[in-house]
């Protein structure tokens, strides 16, 4: 459920970022307040558990496919929820760098999705209400399927809906909900299952560890309705700005660009540049009898772009970005012998 | 693939890039600031374009091929990695096509749908984020990268999460290895593969070991002055090449962003006025 860079809109992508900041910060504080300082080692090694715990798969009798632990939910039972939201996010940052799983601007998207949801919603909201103080037996099954599947429920629609929003691609609204949120339905149970399982077992083996997490937290005090109106807040404002960047104009750095330098774009081929560029034209086209005839393009097509699109000069961009593409790599290739050499 | 060659597999790539980060190239040497801020101007201005934009976008590639150039970086190894993540990409973009059937223009007798053009576009978007973002890493080294957020504003417990994380991300990495190498040893029959019930002992006793070890770790750090507090000690140097780099690319960027340049380079080559 890892969202890409290529499938988001700035401003879809920047709204994220801003709540997943405030988020973290807020969350930042909550830990540091907490005077218990055993927290930030055991914080950094869980991350690492969750990382390494990820790659065991195990085999789901009856269906010949494997699933394996997402571990938002069990870090939040064993470390609280601020912790545990951070300690997600960090996992999710690994992931986006050394996996380029999901991107630098979907990080914002991913750690709401993955870990934002999960450590506040689906643990205060729903785990603790159900489970109570003593997890054992079939309370705490309960209470892990019912958290598991609504965090991964809520995770899968959020995806959809910053995919559908951002508008790059084509998936209906409907179609991408019907795909999605069944495979995340299995996905929370089985989740929630063996986020039980595991749970049961450190309660059996070791209960001073669940019963420790469970008093030395805040909890009773966390102003949860505190937290998700803030949460809200901060979306709809970044929301707004960002969006009135974005439709105002076809682009917000259009827009900005235009405050900047007074024109919208940077002087294009048709003004001064034009006339002197016709001189250098003529001695450096290499293919003049490429040119093609200007035809409008199909009419329909054209009203996403800004401007009217003819084969010619579209044919003619096409053209140049390989060109600019081609220099670029050779500068590389240049850059990379000349660096290799000393070496 | 066997889980163990997984692990290790995942071992082997973590390592990789860190590796990489040691080498000692002028882009090695920048402040880890400036990648991080061309990098974010990088991929928000190709974020930016409209999803049917392909030829302004193929000049961007000018910035991962400078960078890869600078950094000696191997382009093979990056290129397998994009490869490896792109499944989900193509599998949400390649429905484009199929619901965005309009005719954008014809080559010859052949009718190129815009959803064709949106689904290019999308991969080109992919391959320039996902690079930028592997060449920032694989140029700078993680814990250079959590102290420049960490000077960037991000919260300093996250910057210290994201080390310690990293830090114990190998030990526990090999801890789980030989778990998963112990259990398939002992499992000539299934092959290695691991039920429910027996992941949920695996995992439990290694979570039991990794409270433990946290609890070592936490001894050793108060033996060692811990206070609560975590100091974070490093120089840095934002010179006149930092802000060249941040600021000379940030320009490259917005230009090719806001300017034609693909458009008009190819109108100059091919004669249209």
């Known amino acids: ?343 | 693939m066997c889980i163990s060659s997984r692990i290790d597999k995942a071992f082997y790539d973590i390592g990789r890039l860190d590796i990489l980060a040691l080498a000692d190239t002028p882009l090695h040497r920048l402040d880890p600031r400036a990648k991080l801020l061309a990098t974010l101007v990088f991929i928000v201005c190709v974020v930016s374009f409209g999803k049917y934009e392909i030829s302004r976008l193929l000049p961007f590639s000018l910035y991962p091929a400078v960078l890869i150039g600078l950094g000696d970086l191997p382009p093979g190894y990056l290129a397998k990695k994009l490869i490896m993540v792109s499944p989900f990409v193509i599998f949400i973009g390649i429905f484009n096509p199929w619901f965005d059937q309009t005719v954008m223009f014809t080559i010859g007798p052949i009718a190129i749908s815009g959803g064709w053009v949106s689904f290019a576009s999308l991969i080109i978007r992919f391959i320039l984020t996902v690079s930028a973002a592997l060449i920032l890493i694989a140029s700078t080294g993680f814990a250079p990268m959590c102290m420049a957020m960490e000077k960037l504003g991000t919260p300093k417990i996250f910057a210290v999460q994201l080390l310690m994380l990293y830090r114990y991300l190998f030990v526990l990495i090999a801890e789980s290895l030989r778990i998963v190498r112990a259990h398939s040893l002992r499992s000539f029959s299934r092959k290695g593969k691991i039920t429910y019930r027996v992941f949920l002992q695996i995992a439990g006793n290694l979570l039991l070991r990794t409270i433990d070890r946290a609890q070592r770790i936490h001894m050793a750090m108060l033996s060692r002055a811990f206070t609560g507090e975590i100091k974070i000690v490093r120089q840095f140097s934002f010179g006149y090449k930092e802000w060249l780099f941040a600021a000379g690319f940030s320009v490259i960027f917005i230009t090719m962003r806001s300017a034609d340049i693909a458009g008009l380079l190819g109108r100059l080559l091919m004669e249209i006025k």
Not at chain 1, 20 to 43: E, G, Q, W
Not at chain 1, 76 to 93: F, K, T
Not at chain 1, 128 to 148: C, E, H, Q
Not at chain 1, 250 to 278: N, Q
């Open chain 1, 1 to 343: 459920m890892h969202m890409a860079d290529a499938l988001l809109s700035p401003a879809v992508g920047g709204t994220m970022w801003v709540v997943t900041a405030a988020t973290t910060a807020y969350a930042s504080r909550k830990v540091r307040k907490s005077l218990d300082d055993r927290k930030i080692p055991l914080m950094g090694v869980l991350a690492a558990f969750v990382f390494a715990i990820q790659m065991i798969n195990f085999s789901i009798p009856g269906t010949g496919s494997s699933g394996h632990l997402l571990g938002g939910l069990l870090l939040a039972i064993l470390l609280g929820p601020d912790a545990a939201c951070l300690a997600i996010a960090s996992v999710i940052v690994v992931q986006a760098l050394f996996f380029a799983d999901g991107g630098l601007l979907a990080l914002g998207c991913n750690i709401f999705n993955m870990g934002i949801i999960g450590c506040y919603i689906g643990y205060p909201l729903i785990y603790k209400k159900i489970a109570g103080n003593s997890p054992s037996g079939t309370r705490l099954l309960a209470a892990a399927l019912v958290a598991g599947v609504v965090s991964l429920q809520l995770g899968a629609f959020a995806v959809v809906l910053e995919t559908t929003m951002s508008g790059i691609s084509e998936l209906p609204f409907s179609s991408f909900i019907i795909m999605m949120q069944p495979i995340h339905l299995a996905i929370g149970i089985v989740e929630g299952l063996i986020t039980a399982g595991i749970v049961a077992f450190i309660w059996k083996a070791r209960p001073e560890i669940l019963d420790c997490a469970a008093t030395d937290r805040p909890l009773g005090d966390l102003p949860i309705k505190k937290v998700l109106t803030g949460l809200a807040t901060v979306a709809v404002i970044a929301a707004g700005t960002l969006s009135w960047f974005a439709s105002s104009h076809p682009d917000g750095l259009e827009w900005s660009l235009a405050k900047v330098t007074g024109h919208e774009e940077l002087a294009g081929p048709g003004d001064g540049v034009h006339s002197v560029m016709e001189k250098v034209q003529d001695k450096t086209a290499f293919m003049p009898d490429y040119g093609f005839k200007e035809k409008t393009a199909a009419p329909e097509a054209a009203d996403t772009s800004s401007s009217p699109v003819s084969l010619g000069t579209s044919t003619a961009g096409l053209v140049g970005g390989v060109m600019v593409m081609l220099l670029g790599l050779g500068i590389g290739f240049a850059l990379k012998k000349k660096s290799g050499n000393p070496a």
